[in-house]
């Protein structure tokens, strides 16, 4: 393509929005398949630190087998960048309808199978290894799941609405992840023999339920406008993913750096926490789990109030006001915790998680799309998002525990790693244009 020909291309605005109803019907058929996948991803996350570390990874230590079981989480972090990329590829080739629909079996069908794993006492170490296994292909879904789901929502939106329609999509996350904690915290009531022998495998088993419903829903989806356009003028990329990292260096940097200090605290206020509170605190595991849901429960409602703001004061204000939280609350979030007050440490539970999380979590969604050109937006976003969640989500809890081992049972190494993670999204927020209300091109 000439230089005349890609400035035509880049003024070419994508058709209009659809109509109000359609809208609706995009932005409920996202969410609604979002939250199936967040719920396989989810269940994981909360079986990490109450089950696999026992079941899984047997050790005289329990410290050693929480960090094993950690680190088997991050696999699923590892694994979303390669999902982004493969999906993202054939996103911005064939569109985002058909990868919606194939990465929502490719989850279900892992997170089924995990319900069926025999334990390390059964089979000694394939357990483990085929718990990996498993956890690397729900990393693949969801990494090729998040950025489809998104633009269908996206690229349909009005541009002084984008915000709030992207952020909607998003509340998938809070819906699967009340789903999934509410379904743990039903087993959890079983004697403890019983739910480690068979009663944490429900939630697991379940997933093969949501396939059906999650499929066919995206299955219902047209394809978007923007993608629509793109093939019309005969622009799609024959390599999405090498014209990002080659071409698109700068927006593919600033997408990933977006994403770090959001998913450092999703990972430890909603994941290491559990363990921190049940193993070091020994607090009952219902407290923590109850905070957590809590957290969730009003996500429900922040998420779109922190989209709608964002499309009036812009998404730049909103990031930099949640980078100062993460900052200021990484030490005091610690010493709420240690006061065992199950009371302050709900609160301190939804605190972070409401401001440290959801802020950047809804925003990111419009956010990490608005930086890539139609032609490249699955897997610009894609690819920023999955790496970003990579290198601080999958090793945060992990690198949470060993840290906490490292300095002998105390907290301040993962508050400064926690103000890390803030300072480097600072960074990438002032690198970043202002997309909001701005139109998509």
Request: proline residues 5%; aromatic residues 12%.
């Amino acid at each position: 393509m000439s230089v005349a020909d890609q400035a035509a291309t880049d003024q070419l605005v994508i058709p209009a929005p659809e109509t109000s109803s359609d809208m609706r019907r995009i932005v409920w058929s996202s969410v609604i398949g979002t939250a199936v996948e967040w719920y396989d991803f989810l269940i994981y996350a909360v079986a990490t630190a109450l089950v696999f570390n026992k079941l899984f990874f047997p050790a005289t230590d329990p410290g050693i087998a929480t960090i094993a079981a950690f680190g088997t989480y991050g696999v699923g972090f590892l694994a979303r960048p390669l999902g982004a990329a493969v999906f993202g590829h054939f996103g911005d080739q064939v569109g985002r309808k058909a990868m919606l629909a194939i990465t929502i079996i490719i989850m279900g069908l892992g997170t089924f199978a995990i319900g069926l794993l025999p334990t390390y006492e059964q089979i000694g170490v394939a357990a483990p290894a085929l718990l990996v296994m498993l956890r690397f292909v729900q990393g693949i879904g969801l990494g090729g799941e998040w950025g489809g789901a998104v633009l269908m929502a996206v690229e349909n939106a009005p541009a002084h609405r984008r915000g709030l329609y992207g952020s909607l999509v998003q509340v998938g996350n809070p819906v699967g992840n009340l789903a999934a904690l509410a379904i743990f915290a039903v087993v959890s009531q079983l004697p403890e023999s019983e739910f480690m022998a068979w009663g944490w495998r429900i939630p697991f088993l379940l997933s093969i339920l949501l396939i059906g419903v999650g499929l066919f829903i995206r299955l219902r989806l047209e394809e978007t406008p923007a993608f629509r356009a793109v093939q019309a003028k005969s622009d799609v990329s024959r390599r999405p993913v090498t014209e990002v990292l080659t071409r698109h260096r700068k927006a593919f940097l600033t997408a990933v750096g977006l994403k770090i200090a959001e998913i450092s605290y999703a990972s430890i206020a909603g994941v290491f926490v559990i363990s921190y509170a049940t193993q070091t605190l020994g607090m009952p595991r219902a407290t923590v789990l109850n905070g957590v849901m809590a957290s969730s429960f009003i996500a429900l409602f922040t998420i779109p109030l922190f989209g709608w703001l964002s499309d009036i004061v812009g998404r730049k204000a909103m990031f930099y006001a949640s980078c100062l939280f993460c900052m200021g609350f990484a030490f005091p979030m610690f010493a709420l915790l240690d006061t065992r007050d199950p009371l302050i440490v709900t609160l301190t539970v939804v605190v972070a998680i409401s401001f440290g999380q959801m802020v950047m979590f809804g925003i990111g969604a419009p956010f990490y799309s608005e930086l890539f050109a139609a032609r490249l937006r699955y897997s610009g976003a894609s690819l920023g998002f999955q790496i970003g969640a990579a290198l601080s989500g999958g090793l945060t809890p992990f690198v949470a525990a060993a840290l906490m081992a490292w300095s002998g049972g105390q907290t301040w190494p993962i508050s400064l790693y926690l103000i890390a993670c803030g300072l480097i999204t600072t960074v990438a927020t002032f690198a970043a244009p202002e997309t909001a209300r701005k139109e998509l091109t």
